[in-house]
């Protein structure tokens, strides 16, 4: 079946730190792959998306991550992580009418 | 813009009665609205798709007599949990789409229900 699978369901960085947040992705064909954060008891906000236009994807609040086919990855990553950045984060895929596949999701923790 | 709200944001609600969320996006039409059913410290599973004005499709293992979804207008659906027992606990999220781009979905604020 196709999906993506987050590697790590928890990841703790001090404050300051590079936050890289790993997602595999299963499939033959390069697919839409979004990133996804969610705050505590909230709904879900799109931080980025790959729609094969550039492999390098920059999205909000910092946040970019690179779809290497190679690899199958689209792995999150942000330069410097700040104590806001705390959440859940979930790497997704499209699938079939026009749905969206959630990963498992990793939950990010800062540090001071 | 691309604002959804949910109504109630939080419930609660003895076993065997019924609950009614809704979903509106507020600035947009929204031609296909999603529901989404989220256990703690899990993802979202897809419960259903609604297109305005036509029957829902259910994802495999959800019950459409329990988890009844109404897409009365471009800017509302319900999603009524009949007959609510504890194991419906949980936090359900809707989310609404234009249908100009694909994948495009604005997520709602979610709505805890907790069934006693």
């Known amino acids: 079946a196709q999906s993506v699978t987050q590697l790590g369901s928890h990841v703790s960085v001090s404050e300051g730190a590079l936050v890289l947040l790993r997602c595999n992705y299963s499939?033959?064909?390069?697919?839409?792959l979004f990133w996804y954060v969610q705050y505590p008891n909230q709904g879900l906000q799109l931080l980025l998306k790959?729609?094969?236009?550039?492999?390098l994807v920059k999205g909000i609040n910092g946040f970019e991550a690179e779809f290497k086919k190679s690899e199958t990855s689209f792995h999150l990553t942000k330069p410097s992580a700040h104590m806001s950045d705390a959440a859940e984060y979930f790497c997704a895929r499209g699938s079939s009418a026009s749905k969206i596949i959630f990963g498992s999701g990793t939950r990010l923790s800062i540090r001071p | 813009g691309a604002v959804v709200s949910q109504h109630p944001s939080w419930v609660i609600c003895k076993s065997g009665t019924s609950v009614k969320i809704e979903c509106r996006s507020l600035?947009?039409?929204?031609?296909?609205m999603f529901w989404y059913r989220q256990f703690p410290k899990q993802s979202l599973m897809l419960m259903a798709t609604?297109?305005?004005?036509?029957?829902?499709?259910?994802e495999q293992g959800v019950e459409k007599d329990k988890f009844l979804i109404n897409h009365a207008s471009l800017t509302l659906s319900t999603l009524t949990v009949t007959s609510a027992h504890p194991e419906d606990s949980s936090f359900y999220i809707c989310?609404?789409?234009?249908?100009?781009?694909?994948?495009?979905?604005?997520f709602g604020p979610g709505t805890r229900l907790t069934v006693t």
């Open positions: 499939s033959s064909v390069p697919p839409y």
């Open positions: 600035d947009f039409q929204a031609t296909t």
């Open positions: 609604s297109n305005e004005g036509s029957k829902a499709t259910y």
């Open positions: 790959y729609t094969s236009a550039a492999t």
């Open positions: 989310s609404a789409s234009p249908g100009t781009e694909p994948y495009e979905q604005y």
